[in-house]
């Protein structure tokens, strides 16, 4: 069983920059895909970005490349989110996940959820 905690989110003006942390425990942190996901008032919940095992590899939704950045640190068992340029609509709830699964599209292949935290990118 895996734990995720999410930390770092907060009230921000457009154009600034927030990073997320999620620490992970009770499990072998570099056996998993790490995601982050988000779910914004009245939206199903989307995959921002995840990361492979090592780090070596990662994806970006369409919404956020360019702007965001993900990271690993298997010897702390954390994944980061590093969002920069942050606009109105990244406003959401923000959620670590744990995913046992290769190439991880889709919420269905995680397996383990933080609580989530909240992002809030003022006009």
């Known amino acids: 069983q895996v734990q995720l905690v999410e930390s770092g989110g907060g009230l921000v003006q457009a154009g600034g920059s927030l990073r997320l942390s999620c620490a992970a425990s009770?499990?072998?942190?570099?056996?998993?895909?790490m995601g982050w996901f988000r779910q914004a008032p009245g939206k199903e919940r989307e995959l921002v970005a995840y990361i492979s095992r090592s780090g070596s590899g990662s994806y970006y939704a369409a919404p956020v490349a360019g702007r965001f950045t993900i990271s690993r640190d298997n010897a702390k068992n954390t994944v980061d989110l590093q969002m920069n340029s942050l606009k109105p609509e990244d406003t959401a709830v923000y959620y670590c996940?744990?995913?046992?699964?290769?190439?991880?599209?889709?919420?269905?292949?995680?397996?383990?959820w933080g609580q989530g935290t909240q992002v809030t990118v003022s006009s």
């Open positions: 996940a744990a995913s046992i699964a290769t190439i991880p599209l889709h919420e269905r292949l995680y397996n383990y």
């Open positions: 009770g499990g072998t942190f570099s056996g998993y895909f």
